[in-house]
């Protein structure tokens, strides 16, 4: 009975061998490499967001169509070399918030935009490193007197050196000025010595002597400005006495012969 049990013992674990080594040669002969697939990792979006996106992009796409009825064109559309920043469609202006509801690129009649192509060039010829940087383009005359409201504190016969009347309107408001600086190959502005929408007397080129006489205002400030001016005259945009950054293509009395003024900024509020 012992002979008979070890010898069944054995002969079981010789099948268990032969099964297991069967199988074992199976997965070696049959199995494949596992494949490992990367999948992408989808965001679920608040629906909300997403109709919102998708209503300020029609939106965008009406008020460009609608700008383009005053022969207004995306600067960018004109030359892509030149940097923007529109200040108004965002809220770091002087007046703490976004300005421009649907109005999201920076519009000029296309002669203007032709020339201010034109000054780039020449700039580039001078400082292949230096772009324009433009603030402003295109203004809509109801932004201009929520504009003007907002300085109530000062003097209408003083409000006019940083906003202009909207009684009578401004060359921005036709798409015939514009507000600009240089910035390096970074994109950083260039050093004016006074910024953006600055209301201090050290941002009016017509007082420039006074601030480089105190030293308040550097010779390489000075020299910044300078160069800007030079770019623009070379295309006959005139600056103001009291902006640094401001141009104007041609006057008010031409703008009011040659172009339509710009009421609201979509045609949606103009109906």
């Known amino acids: 009975m012992r002979f008979c049990y070890f010898e069944?013992?054995?002969a079981k674990m010789l099948l268990i061998a032969l099964v297991f080594g069967l199988i074992g040669f199976g997965c070696e002969t049959n199995s494949k490499p596992v494949e490992i697939q990367e999948f992408e990792v989808v965001k679920v979006r608040d629906p909300q967001i997403v109709k919102d996106s998708i209503a300020k992009v029609e939106l965008d796409s009406t008020t460009s169509k609608y700008l383009?009825?005053?022969n207004l064109v995306d600067i960018l559309e004109i030359d892509s070399s030149i940097q923007v920043d529109l200040r108004y469609a965002t809220d770091n202006n002087f007046m703490g918030h976004v300005l421009y509801d649907t109005l999201s690129s920076l519009y000029l009649q296309s002669d203007v935009a032709e020339r201010i192509s034109a000054c780039q060039s020449?700039?580039?010829e001078k400082h292949p490193r230096?772009?324009?940087l433009i603030y402003d383009g295109v203004r809509p005359l109801e932004v201009q007197r929520e504009m003007w409201n907002a300085l109530d504190t000062i003097p209408a016969a003083q409000r006019g050196k940083f906003v202009s009347n909207p009684s009578y309107g401004s060359v921005?408001?036709?798409g015939a000025a514009v507000d600009l600086t240089?910035?390096?190959e970074s994109g950083k502005p260039l050093d004016m010595g006074a910024g953006y929408d600055d209301f201090r007397d050290i941002a009016f080129?017509?007082?420039e002597w006074i601030f480089l006489k105190s030293g308040e205002l550097t010779e390489e400030q000075y020299e910044n400005r300078k160069l800007l001016r030079e770019v623009m005259k070379s295309q006959g945009f005139r600056g103001i006495p009291s902006e640094w950054w401001h141009f104007n293509a041609c006057s008010r009395n031409q703008a009011v012969v040659k172009y339509q003024k710009l009421v609201h900024e979509s045609a949606a509020v103009s109906h």
């Open 205 to 207: 080129p017509s007082k």
């Open 130 to 132: 230096y772009s324009l």
């Open 68 to 70: 383009k009825t005053f």
């Open 8 to 10: 069944s013992m054995n």
């Open 172 to 174: 921005h408001n036709f």
């Open 182 to 184: 240089i910035c390096d």
């Open 122 to 124: 020449y700039l580039k």
